[in-house]
């Protein structure tokens, strides 16, 4: 415990050297966040429940929760469902632990970083870094929704909030999937995913995975056929 944070460690951590990295780097980075000191880290992103940097020299970034009653998970659930994805074979960060404060007010998740850009930050034209040569987008997509199949129908566990922001294009190519703090685990077959309770009585309906990946195709077909140089294959 660190300053009024308990440490969680992932399934993945499985050296005693690693776990005392990880310790080190979780009270380093604990320390930085609570002095407001994270001045010295690469930011990554912001989002509307928290905020993602990567640590100087290290492939490690830090998923900051800074208002976890938004979050459907708390960082020790989105471990876990982590956990069984990364062990599924599903392309996602490689997880490493959970720090959060005893008051709950403020999480912290540490993975290991993906060398890559969000769909989002390539269709906004936000990246800076050019996409892989040869990059195919009906191929991209191909992969992304069979790796979503494999999450629905083999590890029963559906995102919920797969938006382009939540899908990475690694230096492969590759598909990477992000953020679970929506996530499910599917128990029952007459159990619908996308039905969240909000308050007592009342439910909200999620859009579905596959919903939202053929949204950002078409978005991503539509974007990457206006460039009219590069080397994007359609």
């Known amino acids: 415990m660190y300053q009024g944070f308990e440490i969680k460690y992932s ?13 080190v780097k979780a009270e380093r980075l604990i320390n930085k966040y609570m002095e407001k000191l994270l001045k010295g880290n690469e930011h990554l992103g ?9 640590l ?21 659930q989105e471990l876990k469902l982590m956990d069984k994805l990364y062990a599924g074979g599903i392309n996602i960060p490689r997880p490493l632990g959970a720090a959060y404060s005893i008051d709950h007010k403020v999480s912290l998740l540490f993975m290991e970083r993906v060398n890559g850009s969000s769909v989002e930050d390539f ?8 996409l892989p040569q040869g990059f195919e987008v009906e191929k991209f997509f191909a ?5 979503v199949n494999k999450m629905h129908e083999v ?3 559906h995102h919920r909030d797969l938006h382009a922001g939540n899908v990475m294009i690694d230096v492969d ?13 599917h128990y029952f077959a007459n159990e ?11 439910y909200e309906k999620l859009p579905q995975d596959n919903h939202l990946i053929k949204e950002m195709k078409k978005d991503a077909i539509k974007h990457f056929s206006k460039e009219k140089e590069g080397n994007i294959n359609v």
């Open 46 to 54: 912001t989002g509307l429940k928290a905020e993602v940097f990567s």
């Open 155 to 157: 590890l029963g566990i």
């Open 192 to 202: 619908d995913p996308y039905i969240q309770a909000t308050i007592p009585g009342h």
């Open 143 to 147: 992969s992304l929704q069979k790796q």
């Open 56 to 76: 100087v020299e290290s492939s490690i970034c830090v998923k900051i929760i800074v208002k976890p009653d938004l979050c459907f998970n708390n960082v020790e």
């Open 173 to 185: 190519g590759q598909p990477w999937i992000i953020d679970f703090d929506k996530s499910t685990e």
């Open 123 to 130: 269709l906004l034209d936000k990246n800076l870094t050019e």
């Open 11 to 23: 399934d993945r951590i499985t050296e005693d050297k690693e776990r005392q990295d990880i310790e």
